[in-house]
């Protein structure tokens, strides 16, 4: 009976081995994965994403985009509009879907570490209202890309209202900072207090 015991004390140890050899190729695999350092800071994010496909949707409340397909624009010297080029591939309402899954896709890049503000200080990823209004974002991309889906003019105006909401509840604890000394609308002391909640 003894040795027996034996081998059934060494198998355990190897199972335990090999459990420890398992935990440790997969932190190897999750260390290993492809990171993405930040590129641009957070303005440039703001006004490259953000800014022209929520315009795009906000746009809907007054373009109706079952009847109006946007008109070339070819007013440049070579007969090309190389800003707008492209975006007569796709059917007006297929440009909605797309600004919205822009608006709900994307939040992770708010989240990427070592990203800053125009002014240098860190996009606060780890704080908790930051990621609260980052998931309303999301949130508010699903509910236009759901409302664009119904093919409703009415429908995707209204999620207008929810985009809004979003972009300008985040904006006035982290953008347009206001108090003593500081005006939204001074470009230095305002951009200075940028993406920080304690004003300096
Ligand atoms: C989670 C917070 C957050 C959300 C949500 C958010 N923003 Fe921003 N936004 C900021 C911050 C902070 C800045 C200032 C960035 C900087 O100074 O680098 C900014 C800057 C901008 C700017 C550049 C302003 C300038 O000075 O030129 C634009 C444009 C912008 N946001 C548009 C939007 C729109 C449109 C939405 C909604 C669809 C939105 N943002 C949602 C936090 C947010």
Known sequence: ?????????????????????????????????????AVGNLSQVMRGILFPNANLIFNVQTHDPSVQKPAPDNSSSDGLNWI?????????????????????????????????????????VNEPEW????????EAGRTAYKASQTRSQDAVSDATAVITDACSHCHQVYRDRRGPGVDPRDPVTSKANRCVKQLQ
């Open 1 to 37: 009976m003894k040795p027996r015991r034996a081998s059934l004390a060494v198998v355990a140890a190897c199972i335990v081995l090999f459990n420890v050899q398992a935990d440790r190729s997969q932190t190897q695999n999750a260390t290993s994965k492809p990171s993405f350092p």
């Open 84 to 124: 707008a080029w492209g975006s007569n591939l796709y059917s007006p309402w297929e440009l909605v879907d797309y600004a919205a899954v822009t608006l709900a896709e994307p939040p992770p890049l708010r989240f990427t570490p070592g990203r800053q503000c125009e002014n240098g200080k860190p996009v606060p």
């Open 131 to 138: 990621i609260k209004f980052t998931q309303e974002l999301a």
